[in-house]
């Protein structure tokens, strides 16, 4: 590093446990890009200035990641139509005057991960569990992939029916199911094509946690996505995965939304494979 090298960050709280540093810089060493990417822990209180912080320190932008993705969205001057859409941002970019755009990359991160494992997004019939910022993300990716047919599960109904509604507005056509996520739902709705686990249970720290019950079985042909990637398997993927579905953990999410936002700062389109190794190791 020197006087001259550009900086990213990633704002969120906490953020030692974020893999896109090492993401990220390992493709700036490998382009020989004078780049830097660093973890920026932020308090609650402190988020309108440390987006301050970003301009007056000459950032060129920041990933935004648990708990702010809603958060920082007051603070943006612009945001980009899947960002509007989804009412979150993951990437920021500082612009040379100074203004902070917003976007959302997770959604096309999504599908991408999708695109590239060959799963058939238009012809599946999906099954969401939960309605958090990432849940937001899928669901309007999964709409704009051409998946007509959805079932979202929340522990809290009132913030399922909110993200239904707001995301849906953005699309025509839309058949969309939501309800509690218990014991009866998850049952009833367990022959869904693709199912995706977007609550934050079965993280390191709840490992021994899963939103599903060992006596709802999964089957073989149904694909089961967990955008959880630490630990691998999760207790989720681990119990779809005994019942002959085929697995996915969020890695490759993680990566291709790294990909997308890296080309949104630098205007390069880095090795995805430099990405995806410096993680895995
Ligand atoms: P979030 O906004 O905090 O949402 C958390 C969700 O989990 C909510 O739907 C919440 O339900 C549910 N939940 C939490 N505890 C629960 C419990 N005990 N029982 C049932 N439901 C529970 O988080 P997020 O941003 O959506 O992230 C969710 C997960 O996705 C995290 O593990 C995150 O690391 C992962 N993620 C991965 C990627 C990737 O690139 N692979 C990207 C984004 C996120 P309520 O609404 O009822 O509280």
Same mark, same amino acid.
């Not at 599908?111 to 309007?140: F, M």
């Not at 999760?234 to 019942?243: G, H, I, P, S």
């Given at each position: 590093? +020197?006087?001259?090298?550009?900086?990213?960050?990633?704002?969120?709280?906490?953020?030692?446990?974020?893999?896109?540093? !090492?993401?990220?810089?390992?493709? /700036?060493?490998? @382009?020989? @890009?004078?780049?830097?990417? !660093?973890?920026? &822990?932020?308090? &609650? %209180?402190?988020?309108?200035?440390?987006?301050?912080?970003?301009?007056?320190?000459?950032?060129?932008?920041a990933n935004v990641t648990i708990p702010y993705k809603e958060t920082v969205l007051p603070f943006m001057n612009?945001?980009?139509?899947?960002?509007?859409?989804?009412?979150?941002? +993951?990437?920021?970019?500082?612009?040379? %005057?100074?203004?902070?755009?917003?976007?959302?990359?997770?959604?096309?991160?999504?599908?991408?991960?999708?695109?590239e494992n060959n799963i058939d997004v238009q012809n599946s019939t999906a099954l969401i569990l939960g309605a958090?910022?990432?849940?937001?993300?899928?669901?309007?990716?999964? #709409? *704009?992939?051409?998946?007509?047919? !959805?079932?979202?599960?929340?522990?809290?109904?009132?913030?399922?029916?909110?993200? !239904?509604?707001?995301?849906?507005?953005? /699309?025509?056509?839309?058949?969309?199911?939501?309800?509690?996520? %218990?014991?009866?739902? #998850?049952?009833? /709705?367990? +022959?869904?094509n693709l199912i995706i686990n977007c609550t934050s249970l079965g993280m390191k720290a709840n490992a021994d946690?899963? &939103?599903?019950?060992?006596?709802?079985?999964?089957?073989?042909?149904?694909?089961?996505?967990?955008?959880?990637?630490? &630990?691998?398997?999760?207790? /989720? #993927?681990?119990?779809?995965?005994?019942?002959?579905?085929?697995?996915?953990?969020?890695?490759?999410? @993680?990566?291709? *939304?790294?990909?997308?936002?890296?080309?949104?700062?630098?205007?390069? *389109?880095?090795?995805?494979?430099?990405?995806?190794?410096?993680?895995?190791?």
């Amino acid at each position: 590093m +020197n006087g001259n090298t550009q900086l990213i960050g990633i704002l969120g709280y906490p953020v030692s446990q974020s893999k896109s540093p !090492v993401m990220h810089n390992a493709v /700036f060493t490998e @382009l020989g @890009l004078n780049w830097a990417y !660093v973890p920026l &822990p932020v308090h &609650p %209180d402190q988020m309108e200035r440390a987006l301050k912080g970003l301009i007056a320190l000459g950032f060129r932008g920041a990933n935004v990641t648990i708990p702010y993705k809603e958060t920082v969205l007051p603070f943006m001057n612009d945001l980009s139509p899947s960002a509007h859409a989804i009412n979150a941002v +993951n990437t920021i970019s500082v612009t040379p %005057d100074g203004r902070l755009l917003g976007d959302n990359t997770d959604a096309s991160g999504f599908i991408e991960d999708l695109q590239e494992n060959n799963i058939d997004v238009q012809n599946s019939t999906a099954l969401i569990l939960g309605a958090g910022g990432s849940a937001r993300a899928i669901l309007y990716g999964l #709409l *704009q992939a051409g998946c007509h047919e !959805v079932t979202l599960l929340n522990r809290s109904l009132d913030k399922a029916h909110q993200v !239904v509604q707001e995301i849906s507005a953005s /699309f025509a056509k839309t058949n969309i199911q939501t309800d509690i996520l %218990d014991e009866t739902n #998850l049952a009833r /709705f367990s +022959n869904a094509n693709l199912i995706i686990n977007c609550t934050s249970l079965g993280m390191k720290a709840n490992a021994d946690q899963m &939103p599903w019950y060992d006596h709802i079985s999964f089957h073989k042909g149904q694909i089961v996505y967990d955008l959880i990637y630490n &630990p691998n398997p999760t207790r /989720f #993927l681990e119990k779809a995965q005994q019942d002959g579905a085929r697995i996915l953990n969020g890695l490759g999410m @993680l990566v291709h *939304q790294g990909v997308l936002s890296f080309t949104i700062w630098t205007g390069v *389109q880095p090795p995805i494979e430099i990405m995806r190794k410096a993680i895995l190791e």
